[in-house]
């Protein structure tokens, strides 16, 4: 007989958990308070993984879907969930996983949100991978967190592949013509970059077609992919229009290439750039992982004297760009944190990479700083620094949460931590 019962909690990952005979079985895309059966179960990590599963009863907590692709798309896990009871399990997640209570501000807005998506091109179809499933593909029709214009990008994207008799990318056979297709889109000021990831250059004839079907797009580029790695990385060339778009968050604007990593929901983040603001102490500020200058130069065009340090040679090339751009008072220099000399600095900005500090942490443990703000999508990396390391000599003073990740489980974070 399938086991069911009611959904009693979530894990941290954001999977109900439904508990038989003590061994629990996690079940995607269900919530406290559903009753459920499970049909059918996979290993993976160790757990028990709910791979098909019956609705008996809903939970009071759900809402009604948006998205036809829900429960299949990998993208959107608690979109079943009421947007309040999303923020009120975040907040309680991300307390049980990193041991701080913190208020959380919610994304201001919460479908259409996200600036980018990746739409993977296979031979199963065209859009976004299933949840559990590496060799999965979602053939999409529509994506209400990114854009009411996906199902045109789609359709220019399916109708130039049948023109020109390019292959989908075959994940199996790891061979193929055409591996992503990357939109951006620039919520405040509406401009459009597409980005085609191929393994083939276009010819001229390819590429004016390319042109044709996308003819929208106020930058346009066809990114040779050299690997098979399945990700949207390659090596840009601009084919039509302009080299950069443009974002504005509040008074400051940022330029956007296909290369730039910049956060992907824009109405949150001036909610994160607050509050950032709010905790950052005196004038000079260093800004470690400084990335294309997101929170620098912002915070340089409030009076702060900031200098950016980051690894990716590129990444300093946009962020001394975007300071020029907004007239800021920002230097912004290549070179890896856990080499960046810490001196007489007032506050020190991290925003490590998803693993945590590593070797930069001893460094700023040493370094007699005061304050540090601390940003963070992985509650368990920052929990790891801060027992590890960081409580030697820093005491937690606040925290905020930012929903930067409406209808996922996840969540920014900005710790301010002072010396103690």
Known sequence: MPPKGEITALSDDGLGILETDGRPIYVPFSYPGDVVSVKKTRRRFGRRIAADFELLEPSPLRQALRCSHFGACGGCLWQGLKYKE??????????????????????????????????????????????????????????????????????????????????????????????????????????????????????????????????????????????????????????????????????????????SFFQTNSYALRLLLKAIEGFVDGERVLDLYSGVGTFGVWLAKRGFAIEGVEANPFAVEMARRNAKLNRVNAEFHAGRAEETPISDYDTVIVDPPRKGLRETVELLVKSGVERIIYVSCNPKAFRLDYENHLRKAYRIEDALLVDMFPHTPHVEVVIWLERT
Request: overall charge negative; hydrophobic content about 35%.
């Open 86 to 259: 999303q923020l009120r399990l975040k907040a309680e997640l991300f307390e049980r996983i990193a041991g701080i209570s913190a208020p959380i501000k919610g994304s201001p807005k919460i479908w259409g949100f996200r600036n980018i998506s990746n739409f993977i091109v296979t031979t199963k179809g065209v859009g976004l991978k299933e949840y559990g499933d590496p060799l999965g593909v979602v053939d999409l029709s529509e994506c209400p967190v990114f854009s009411k214009r996906t199902s045109e990008y789609l359709r220019a994207l399916r109708a130039f592949l049948t023109e020109t008799g390019l292959e989908p990318w075959n994940l199996k056979r790891k061979a193929g013509d055409i591996h992503y297709l990357q939109v951006r889109e620039g919520k405040f000021t509406g401009d459009v970059m597409v980005n085609l990831v191929a393994h083939t250059k276009p010819s001229k004839e390819v590429a004016e077609t390319f042109g044709d079907y996308f003819s929208f797009a106020d930058s346009l580029y066809w990114s040779l992919k050299a690997d098979e790695r399945d990700d949207p990385g390659g090596e840009p060339e601009l084919l039509d229009g302009e080299p950069f778009i443009r974002e504005r968050i509040g008074d400051v604007t940022y330029l956007i290439h296909p290369n």
